[in-house]
Structures are given as structure tokens and as C-alpha cells.
């Protein structure tokens, strides 16, 4: 997986915008839930949004809510996530990760199987 910020890198101010992309090389993402998952400065890596395989259902952690929308373009093989009003704590290095059958204990992921690289993002003045 194939992990963007945007056309100008993953540097804004808080406040502002970014759009985070993710392409699959070599398989389809189609049948395939993909979720962003976030590592920021002194906690665990942790969930941050996710979508189904369909696009008809998507989780959002609660801190994101009303912030961040993801979506997905299977003819482009490419799941979003636009990021608006951001905060300095969303800083983070962002990644993304797809699974067949993801499922969700708690607000702990379980069962995404092939991850990106990762996404620096910073939010700062």
C-alpha cells in the first residue's frame, strides 16, 4: 500500500486541511476494508477511521468525529482521508492498512493485513 498527503506533503497549520491517499499496488482493494491508523508522539499506534469494503459503513475515532471523512474509489484503487480542522495532537506518522474481514474490540483493530509505509503528518505553526 501506497500512502500520500496531498499535494504539498503532510505539513499544515492548525486549522487547515490535508488529504491523506492510499493505493494498492498489485491487488484490489476491492472486498477489502481499509482503516488509517495513527502513531503520534508518546502513545500507541491507534486507530483513526475506517471504512468497508463496500463504502457503506465507515468508524471514526472519536477524537476525528466530525473532523474526518473517508471514502474510496475502487475504479482508482484508492481509499481518502480528508482531514479538516486540524489540531497540533493530530500529528502523527499516518498509516494505511487493509483486511479482508477487519473487526473491531473495543476501539482496538483486528485482522488488517497488508500495511503502507507511512504518512508523516504535521500540524503546526
Known amino acids: 500500500l501506497r500512502s500520500a498527503a496531498g499535494v504539498w506533503g503532510g505539513m499544515v497549520q492548525p486549522g487547515g486541511s490535508l488529504r491523506l491517499s492510499c493505493a494498492a499496488d498489485?491487488?484490489?482493494?476491492?472486498?477489502?476494508?481499509v482503516g488509517w491508523f495513527r502513531q503520534t508522539p508518546g502513545k500507541e499506534c491507534e486507530g483513526v477511521s475506517v471504512?468497508?469494503?463496500?463504502?457503506?459503513?465507515?468508524w471514526f475515532e472519536d477524537s476525528v468525529k466530525g473532523r474526518f471523512t473517508i471514502s474510496r474509489d475502487n475504479a482508482k484503487n484508492t481509499v481518502y482521508l480528508q482531514m479538516n480542522s486540524l489540531h497540533p495532537a493530530d500529528t502523527g506518522v499516518y498509516y494505511c492498512?487493509?483486511?479482508?474481514?477487519?473487526?473491531?474490540?473495543?476501539?482496538?483493530?483486528?485482522?488488517?493485513?497488508?500495511w503502507g509505509k507511512g504518512t508523516l503528518v504535521t500540524v503546526s505553526s
Open positions: 498489485g491487488f484490489s482493494l476491492e472486498g477489502y476494508g
Open positions: 492498512a487493509a483486511g479482508a474481514h477487519p473487526t473491531i474490540v473495543g476501539s482496538t483493530w483486528y485482522g488488517m493485513e497488508h
Open positions: 471504512i468497508s469494503s463496500g463504502g457503506g459503513s465507515t
